[in-house]
């Protein structure tokens, strides 16, 4: 069952991933990249991950497509569609593709992630432990974090607003 859900999700995740990129319209584009994301917290959920899958879904499908999606709004109005392959960059483009699934390719022969022997489980870290140590352990770069977003959703307000500060 597990496993077929696997299957299913793979498939949503790798034919909306496809959309995003052929996509004419932004707007397409970011909605396809919520499925995307959505359906990757899915899968975090048959890992036993379900605070992986909760950040999944609150921050990057919710927050972050949100927040795509009024730039893409605000910044401009038309964007004209990019007609496949007339880039002058196609070629380089597909260079760098040809060399990523050729480097993927070797280190996925090389390594021991399909050996039969590893047959351990992963340790499973509760979210309560995982709170534990973020706001005890880690608190100074968890607060440093926020303040940086913070700086960075200010600087971006203030680059749509196109107030002019003096």
Known sequence: MAESIFFTLATIIVLASLMVVFSDNPIHSVLFLFV?????????????????????????????????????MLTSPYIPSV?????????AALLVVVVFFGALSQILRTSSWFDPGLKTAPKVVKTAKIGEILFKEYVLPFE?????????LIGAVYMVSGVKWR
Do not use: C, H, R, W
């Open 144 to 152: 440093l974090a926020s303040v940086v977003l913070l700086a960075a």
């Open 83 to 91: 007609k496949l392959l007339e880039s002058k960059q196609s070629d």
């Open 36 to 72: 995307v994301l959505f359906a990757m917290a899915g899968l975090y959920v048959l890992l036993n991950a379900p605070f992986l899958a909760a950040v999944q879904v609150l921050i990057y499908a919710g927050a972050i497509t949100v927040l795509i999606l009024f730039v893409v």
